[in-house]
C-alpha cells in the first residue's frame, strides 16, 4: 500500500509559479514510477508529466512542455512538480499517483495509487 498527499496548490496570477510537492508513505517509493494528472470541471482527468524510478526517464505533456518540470527526491518519498509561466488553462485539481510496474505512464489506468489532489487556481 502506498499513501500519497499532495500539497502546495493555490491561487496565482497568470505567468506566475508554483511547486507541487506528493509526500509518499508505505512501500518503497523508489521501486514506483510517478506521475501528475489534472482535472479540470467538466473533463476529464489528463496526463501531465511523469518521472520514473530513478527520475532518468521523464514524460511530459505538450501542453506543459517546457513550462512544467517533474522531479522526486527518492531519499525524502517527495514528488515534486515545478510550475513556470502559468496560464488560466491550467487550472484544475492536481493527482500525483504512483505504479510499480510503469508501463503506462501517460494514462490514468496506468497507475495504481492515487493521492487525493491539490487545487491550482491562475487567474487572468
Known amino acids: 500500500q502506498v499513501q500519497m498527499v499532495e500539497s502546495g496548490g493555490g491561487l496565482v496570477q497568470a505567468g506566475g509559479s508554483l511547486r507541487l510537492s506528493c509526500e509518499a508513505s508505505?512501500?518503497?517509493?523508489?521501486?514506483?514510477?510517478m506521475g501528475w494528472f489534472r482535472q479540470a470541471p467538466g473533463k476529464e482527468r489528463e496526463f501531465v508529466a511523469a518521472?520514473?524510478?530513478?527520475?532518468?526517464?521523464?514524460y511530459y505533456a505538450d501542453s506543459v512542455e517546457g513550462r512544467f518540470t517533474i522531479s522526486r527526491d527518492n531519499a525524502k518519498n517527495t514528488l515534486f512538480l515545478q510550475m513556470n509561466s502559468l496560464k488560466p488553462e491550467d487550472t484544475a485539481l492536481y493527482y500525483c499517483?504512483?505504479?510499480?510496474?510503469?508501463?503506462?505512464?501517460?494514462?490514468?489506468?496506468?497507475?495504481?495509487?492515487w493521492g487525493q489532489g491539490t487545487q491550482v487556481t491562475v487567474s487572468s
Open positions: 499517483a504512483a505504479d510499480r510496474e510503469f508501463v503506462r505512464p501517460r494514462s490514468p489506468d496506468g497507475y495504481y495509487y
Open positions: 508505505g512501500r518503497t517509493f523508489s521501486r514506483f514510477g
Open positions: 518521472i520514473s524510478w530513478t527520475g532518468g526517464r521523464t
